[in-house]
């Protein structure tokens, strides 16, 4: 059982930059499949970034050139680097771990980006 803790959420200005973590209670493995989903009010969740086992990442149009994913396998950690936010970013971020077929979550980090 693998259980996630996100943190580094908060409020910050348009423009402003914000890092998420994402610390896993077990270990995480090289071939876990490591992401970040966000979900706004009265919108379906929806994935913002991945990080696959051979270290390749795939982003969401919304964020390409703003956030940057990364992991630190001895650190069981993964994290969000975010720049240049928009308000439209607001919503909850949720760490999501894949492994064997079986999803993971985080209970969520708030991102406040007023307008």
């Known amino acids: 059982q693998v259980q996630l803790v996100e943190s580094g959420g908060g409020l910050v200005q348009a423009g402003g930059s914000l890092t998420l973590s994402c610390a896993a209670s077990g270990s995480i493995y090289s071939f876990d499949v490591m992401g970040w989903y966000r979900q706004a009010p009265g919108k379906q969740r929806e994935l913002v970034a991945k990080i696959m086992t051979s270290g390749s990442t795939y982003y969401a149009d919304s964020g390409k050139g703003r956030f940057t994913i990364s992991r630190d396998n001895a650190k069981n950690t993964v994290y969000l680097q975010m720049n240049s936010l928009k308000p439209e970013d607001t919503a909850v971020y949720y760490c999501?771990?894949?492994?064997?077929?079986?999803?993971?979550w985080g209970q969520g980090t708030q991102v406040t980006v007023p307008s």
């Open positions: 999501n771990l894949l492994r064997d077929r079986r999803d993971y």
